[in-house]
């Protein structure tokens, strides 16, 4: 241990005015021995609800021998780790954004009381991953995260490897009498074969890649399957690597900052990342105090190529991408883009890094001189519907669909929309508006997936929109746009569209009108009654009230 560098830990527990904290770590077994050493938190979401954290404890026990083989002691802790899947279409999606924030307080509180020199960050899912990266933002000190990994892909389904959004596809084609009840039946059984997040690249594998783009995991290991060995192998080099960022005093907002977070917006739009990158990149960036706008990450994502083409853009799945080169292959192509000067976990800079990597072309990444796309995964959408901003996803869209006009037919919840899909009430044309569904109005923003695969159960997809103050994630396709701001709850203008109006969604010039004049929608905005939406007593309570729209990451403010 260098002598320069003052552990929170063991300096203060040596005091006589602490040792009754010494005391009670002894409580637990720990001894003279164990706290003279770095004192390392392992904040763990393992758990038996959430299939992408199932195999955490296992991971947390590599963790915890990489830290005892470079003189660290582990102290390890839970923390919640809610599954979007397990939310969609019931009350229980309002948790999942919402439970970022608590997340990263979580850790805060145990990090702070137990007087933790550093911290591992174990997570693997949608919300979770984002409040891990806001925890290490916030309290800036040495930290790692470690990540679960995606699933393997199940059965053969519509011609790729199912996933857990397969069944929602399967709904609309049995409800068409496309498929048997005896073929859905057996997709239930086989969509989801492992444990691990979902395969496809919704938002829980691009926040593994944003994570590894950022330097806050080991290169090359965000995209390592669930069920690998090298996933555990990574794990005990992660609790080696940490006990050294304490004492080169690397701590996260080294790592956390512009450089790290634009090298990250890149590669999340070079892979084509996930509509919710749009809303936890504001809020990674406000924890480490860093100005990142819409604009921003509009302004990015059409200066950088699309070079990684995974499902939903292209057939193949994450653990096709990693066999593929993951990562450090597209930041490789990246490189005349992003700064090398940008510090990782390992203690070396990206341009250190890349300086060992080859350059690699095949069927999934490819250069930027053959991208998949000119420009990235996002665009931002602004116009008389969305004046602070609405978000989309041109990779997942068919060029014939990103520009689309047709008629609204608005719902108030996702609820109205669901039912009015079941009772084949939506034609081609027609502009579904889900409204009243944003970080204040749902509350907690939920996803609008199940309303996209119903839509493309029924062949729908591709004649028809779906805009909403919600969000979207997983592997939605046809035309959509989300997270439009303001959003209905606040007065946004979403909530004055009415059934019949013509609606214009362009996404290569970043627009989204409704055929309205300004006075007409003034007039109903000042008419319009709102949703009697009566939100229980609870966490949810306090969120509506408190949580940011979502241009600046529906987030809670915890700072003036």
């Not at 050493?37 to 991971?59: C, D, K, Q």
């Not at 068919?398 to 006009?405: A, D, I, L, R, T």
């Not at 009654?529 to 609870?538: L, S, T, V, Y």
Request: one cysteine or more; aromatic letters at 6%; hydrophobic letters at 40%.
């Amino acid at each position: 241990m260098e002598n320069n560098i003052k552990l929170r830990s063991s300096e203060v527990l040596k005091r006589p005015l602490w040792s009754h904290v010494r005391a009670l770590y002894k409580a637990m077994g720990y001894s003279d021995y164990d706290l003279e050493n770095p004192l390392i938190g392992i904040a763990n979401s393992w758990n038996r609800a959430t299939p992408g954290h199932y195999n955490l404890n296992t991971v947390s026990e590599y963790v915890k021998q990489g830290i005892l083989q470079s003189g660290g002691t582990p102290v390890e802790f839970g923390i919640i780790g809610p599954c979007d899947g397990m939310g969609v279409g019931n009350d229980g999606m309002h948790y999942c954004l919402p439970a970022r924030d608590i997340i990263a307080n979580e850790i805060e509180i145990m990090v702070r009381v137990n007087r933790l020199d550093a911290v591992v960050l174990l997570g693997s899912c949608d919300k979770i991953v984002p409040g891990l990266l806001m925890a290490a933002a916030r309290l800036d000190i040495p930290a790692i995260i470690v990540l679960g990994g995606p699933s393997l892909g199940g059965m053969e389904f519509d011609g790729r490897s199912a996933d857990n959004s397969s069944i929602s596809e399967a709904l609309g084609m049995l409800q068409k009498n496309l498929i048997t009840q005896e073929m859905f039946d057996k997709l239930e059984d086989n969509s989801m074969q492992t444990c691990g997040s979902c395969s496809f690249l919704g938002t829980a594998n691009t926040m593994g890649a944003f994570t590894e783009a950022v330097g806050m995991c080991l290169p090359g290991t965000s995209s390592i399957p669930a069920v690998f060995s090298e996933r555990l192998r990574a794990a005990q080099e992660s609790g080696r690597t940490i006990v050294r960022m304490v004492r080169e005093n690397i701590t996260a907002r080294k790592i956390i900052n512009m450089k790290g977070l634009t090298n990250a917006i890149k590669l999340g739009m070079a892979i084509g990342g996930s509509t919710n990158l749009a809303l936890h990149i504001p809020a990674i960036a406000y924890e480490a105090e860093c100005d990142i706008s819409m604009e921003t990450i509009d302004k990015i994502s059409r200066n950088t190529p699309h070079l990684a083409r995974i499902y939903p853009a292209g057939p193949e799945n994450v653990p096709d991408f990693y066999n593929s080169g993951g990562v450090p292959a597209v930041m490789k192509h990246l490189s005349p883009l992003i700064d090398p000067e940008a510090m990782t976990c390992t203690g070396s800079t990206w341009g250190e890094i890349l300086d060992n990597i080859p350059e690699i072309e095949n069927d999934i990444i490819h250069s930027r001189s053959n991208p998949w796309h000119p420009w990235g995964s996002l665009a931002v959408l602004k116009g008389n519907l969305a004046p602070a901003g609405a978000v989309t996803k041109p990779t997942a869209i068919h060029k014939s669909m990103q520009v689309f006009k047709g008629k609204a037919i608005c719902f108030n919840s996702e609820e109205e929309a669901t039912e009015a899909i079941s009772a084949k009430k939506i034609m081609p044309g027609m502009v579904v508006v889900i409204r009243y569904e944003g970080p204040k109005g749902g509350p907690g923003m939920r996803e609008m997936v199940r309303v996209m695969k119903m839509l493309y159960g029924q062949n729908l997809a591709m004649s028809t929109a779906v805009i909403t103050d919600g969000r979207f994630s997983g592997t939605n396709n046809g035309c959509f746009v989300g997270h439009i701001s303001p959003e209905a709850m606040e007065g946004g203008p979403i909530a004055a569209v009415r059934d019949g109006d013509d609606i214009c969604i362009d996404i290569p010039n970043g627009n989204i009108m409704l055929d309205v004049s300004q006075e007409e929608i003034e007039y109903r905005l000042s008419t319009v009654k709102k949703p009697d939406k009566k939100i229980p007593a609870g966490y949810l309570n306090v969120y509506a009230r408190l949580a940011e729209s979502a241009d600046k990451g529906a987030i809670i403010k915890n700072r003036e």
